[in-house]
Nanobody
Framework: QVRLVESGGGLVQSGGSLRLSCAASGSSISIYTMAWYRQDIGKERELVAWINSGGSTVYKDSVQGRFAISRDNSKNTVYLQMNSLTPEDTAVYYC?????????WGQGTQVTVSS
């Protein structure tokens, strides 16, 4: 069982930056692919970025070059650095751990970007 707790969300002006953290407990996440998703009101949850156990990353096209996902296995934590934020990035951001048995989700952290 993996418990994920996101933090770092908040209100920021357009063009600003935020760094989200996803702290895991209950199991080491070092072998898991970790991902960040987001969901805005009335929209489907969408993949923002993922990072596998080897450190390879993939990004949603609209965040490529602005967001960076990283992991610190010694801290059992995954990060999402978000720069040049726009109002379109407003959403609840969720952390996900992909294991061989089942996925694990955090409760989410709200990111609001004002214009």
């Amino acid at each position: 069982q993996v418990r994920l707790v996101e933090s770092g969300g908040g209100l920021v002006q357009s063009g600003g930056s935020l760094r989200l953290s996803c702290a895991a407990s209950g199991s080491s996440i070092s072998i898991y692919t970790m991902a960040w998703y987001r969901q805005d009101i009335g929209k489907e949850r969408e993949l923002v970025a993922w990072i596998n156990s080897g450190g390879s990353t993939v990004y949603k096209d609209s965040v490529q070059g602005r967001f960076a996902i990283s992991r610190d296995n010694s801290k059992n934590t995954v990060y999402l650095q978000m720069n040049s934020l726009t109002p379109e990035d407003t959403a609840v951001y969720y952390c996900k751990a992909v294991s061989s048995s089942r996925p694990f989700w955090g409760q989410g952290t709200q990111v609001t970007v004002s214009s």
